[in-house]
């Protein structure tokens, strides 16, 4: 498909991709970077998102989103924004894609749950656990372990949101110290446009379906949000274009109205900062000091105020409180089991255990807990504590 506007001088071009760890033979149908994207959808880590949440656990209902179908939505963006700047739309929608695949199950409960468990054995990060999976633990190519991705897929992966050199000293992050002491991802720089793409795409995706989801869940409604920043004033213009509409759809056009604002205001703002900063390569994108593709200072501070909204009505509801405790509770109880008696675990998991020291198994039975899904999870803690499930 022809790109809408011409090729910015900043985008990647797969055809000098700095290639990939293990040098490949070039697909003959597709480039590098879609190649990428492929590997990761045909991931058994991106297939089990379809079951993994983000604020709803995954037996509250069908109707909110998942870490598949956000990845997806943040997936649409990105491509939909590299297109319109002129970026390489394949490598934005391949990180996008694989944003997620470290997230464990019950969304960010399940994540500090995990880095509670592992304080004393190195901690956890979703970030490098998603680096760790396309690098290490998908496993299914004769010559490698991971998937071997292009080196901008893999900078973009673990860079996304701007350099990390500083975070090497965490212990959560010694994996990604050693890979980098191996294959060199530039960790102290800025990743490409098209990995930037995906993160701004991931903040336009969340918060909008947050608002949406927490509609849905009757945490709030449509008269409470006409006067928070940012999603106000697209409930009040879309209930003046379109009065005594169903209060569905309204609330549905509300929001997509609120997306097409916040990519306009990525495409006017990267815009400005590329002619500011004389930005002609993607060595320049690099090389900044600050980041390329970004909010408005007024979007920024729009989105601080929506964000406290739901923070304070979303995020911290009973509701939502009592589903984060026993989500915890269940994979404390799963973590210390798994390590206390290693034989529970599945052979494979079992095996990968033995001869290990405590940090060793430690990460074996995080690795097992993180690829759960949420059902996964609440079935195998069943199994596990609960002697009804003998019948």
């Not at 990845?71 to 934005?92: N, Y």
């Not at 509609?215 to 005594?244: K, N, W």
């Amino acid at each position: 498909m022809p790109q809408l506007v011409p090729r910015a001088p900043f985008s990647e071009l797969p055809s000098r991709s700095r290639g990939r760890k293990a040098p490949e033979p070039e697909s003959r149908t597709r480039t590098a970077f879609a190649r990428d994207r492929d590997r990761i959808i045909h991931t058994s880590a991106f297939r089990r998102l379809k079951e993994k949440t983000q604020v709803f656990v995954a037996h509250e209902g069908d109707h909110f989103r998942t870490r598949l179908t956000h990845s997806l939505e943040v997936a649409q963006i990105a491509r939909s924004l590299a297109t319109a700047l002129g970026l390489d739309a394949d490598l934005a929608e391949t990180v996008a894609l694989a944003h997620d695949l470290g997230h464990p199950p019950f969304g960010h409960a399940g994540e500090d749950e995990l880095r509670v468990q592992m304080a004393g054995h190195g901690g956890f990060d979703h970030n490098v656990q998603t680096f760790r999976v396309v690098t290490r633990l998908e496993r299914r190519y004769p010559s490698f372990e991971g998937l071997n991705l292009t080196w901008e897929t893999l900078e973009g992966v673990i860079k996304h949101n701007g350099p990390v050199a500083d975070k090497l000293e965490r212990p959560s992050w010694r994996a990604i110290a050693e890979f980098d002491a191996e294959y060199d991802l530039r960790l102290s720089t800025w990743a490409s446009a098209e990995a930037q793409v995906a993160a701004l795409a991931d903040d336009i995706a969340y918060n909008n379906h947050d608002v949406d989801d927490g509609v849905q869940a009757g945490l709030f409604d449509l008269d409470e949000l006409a006067d928070v920043p940012l999603i106000g004033p697209f409930v009040r213009s879309a209930r003046t274009d379109f009065p005594g509409c169903d209060l569905g759809i309204l609330r549905l056009e509300a929001v997509r109205r609120m997306i097409g604002g916040m990519v306009d205001d990525v495409l006017s703002e990267t815009a400005r900062r590329a002619a500011a900063d004389r930005v002609s390569s993607p060595e320049d994108v690099r090389r900044l000091d600050h980041a390329l593709v970004a909010f408005s200072r007024d979007m920024v501070e729009d989105l601080a105020a929506l964000r406290a909204f739901l923070t304070e009505r979303m995020y911290r509801h009973w509701k939502v409180n009592r589903s984060r405790s026993q989500s915890r509770r269940m994979l404390a109880q799963m973590f210390q089991l798994y390590m206390a008696e290693p034989e529970v675990l599945p052979t494979e998991w079992r095996q990968r255990v033995e001869a290990r020291d405590a940090a060793g198994r430690a990460r074996v039975v995080c690795d097992y807990i993180a690829g759960m899904t949420d059902r996964f999870a609440i079935e195998e803690h069943r199994k596990l504590f609960h002697l009804d499930a003998w019948g």
